[in-house]
């Protein structure tokens, strides 16, 4: 993949990418994790070409976009270069700082963490490695872009009630963590549903609507009142349910690295062979969200049907929950 107009040091994915999280810049993170586009950054050059990256590598992704990755990497090649350079060098112990930079530029602490284990001298850099959270900074996010997009889109609610509907919003904070479109197209074959020009992760309107649907038929709201919200074969429903959008307020990183443990793959695949403690766990990584406030808005053209819609939609995501794994306690929402 060629980037045209930029020096050669920068004409490959992961060196632009390398050069934003040193200068701090934002990225598009949705770019960066997208099915198609991933494969260049990911990838690791083989051959002068690009080998696609793979579900695995999702951690070496996070590890990516670490500014503290970086700031390792510089220091090991120094220590590297003294040692290559001095007289009472080993070489065993330089082909291990050699093996750990290596690691660190493909982008694999624990790699690189395992080499430096048997190095005394490097005690500081281990510990700022082992200290790299596994989450995406939001250094990298184009906040600043995001919250001139949240204005624009309370002005444009502003104007919907200059036009005669009522609007209702609703600020709720995140009982634990989010996962949304897990199961939709990735190259890691887990997802995560992010702003496609802005990089933050947000709850789709129609999520959000289909979640409250589902809470409206479980407490058997009055079926004519079910059928005005969310309307029926016949009509369309007269509420409208708009994307939930987050409220980062100042936090350093909210998107997180997960992982579940398939502990029995061949007993979930075949049926066949009984599940036992001499299989081996099947991780897979996912990325989730935590520890913020989400903005849940709804409008309605009748001021009572937009109230009784926001009080669903908080009823939906205090009892059900929203988007994967709601059964493991994701995607519950409180009063923030």
Known sequence: MTFFNLPPELQDAKAVIEQAVRRGEGLNTSLILNKYANRYAVGLKEGGEWREGSQSELKRQIYLLSEARLEVVEELRSAVERRRGGVSRTERGLERLEKALRALEECDVEGALRELGRERAFQRLKEKLAGIRLALSCR???????????????????????????????????????????????????????HRNYGVPVVPGSAVKGVTRHYASTIKIAKPLFEQIFGDINRKGEVLFFDALPLPEGKDCFVVLDVMNVHYKKYYETQTEPPGDWMSPVPVFFLAVEGICYRFSVAARDEKLADEALRLVKGAVRELGVGAKTSAGYGFFEEG
């Open 140 to 194: 990298l996010m184009p906040l600043s872009l995001y919250e001139s997009y949240e204005r624009r889109f309370q002005e444009m609610l502003s104007v919907l009630e200059g036009q005669g509907w009522n609007v209702r919003q609703a600020d709720l904070k995140l009982s634990w963590r989010l996962s949304v479109d897990l199961g939709a197209a990735s190259v890691y074959e887990t997802s995560i549903n992010l």
